[in-house]
């Protein structure tokens, strides 16, 4: 195993957005197991920071891929195409204007089931989105492309949190 090998390489798995949860998490288990700390405690101080340093290093690399916003954002950056979503902030017209849209419905909703219906869109958005950026980083290769669609699936998942966040509000009252 190498330190700076890529978070696929690192669980021998093949760089692509389309993933094995399952797998994902047995790798995850089977890698700690190999480099818990524990294990080096008779190997003295450095074998032990390098087993820290190895499970700090696992658990980026699991994060990343279970999580299919990250694991889309890193495949673009694998391949030439950073999403730089703090400085690259454009968005299509169309998507502003629903953005807009749905912060108004959020401003305006009165009631749990006029805030769990605009979860359901923001939810079903988030979805379609997820396999567009499937089909643009697994069958088309176009990463470019795919930028723009994490960037929106980044808003979309900030959506959601405020949507949640105002459904726990309105649980509490």
Known sequence: MNLQSSDFELFDLAPKFAQDGAA???RW???QR???PDKFSTQGAAAQRLAMQWSVRINEAYRRLKDPLKRAAYLCEL???PVDAENNTA???DF???QMQWREELEEASSVAELDQLAEQVATARTALLQQCARLLDEQHDYKAAVHKVRALMFIERFASDVQSR???M???
Do not use: F, G, P, W
Request: glycine share 0%.
């Open 29 to 31: 288990k089977d890698l």
């Open 79 to 81: 391949n030439a195409e």
């Open 167 to 169: 459904l726990d509000r």
């Open 96 to 98: 502003l204007m629903q």
């Open 171 to 173: 649980d509490t009252q």
């Open 34 to 36: 190999e480099v818990h």
């Open 91 to 93: 968005m299509a017209s």
């Open 24 to 26: 994902v998490d047995t």
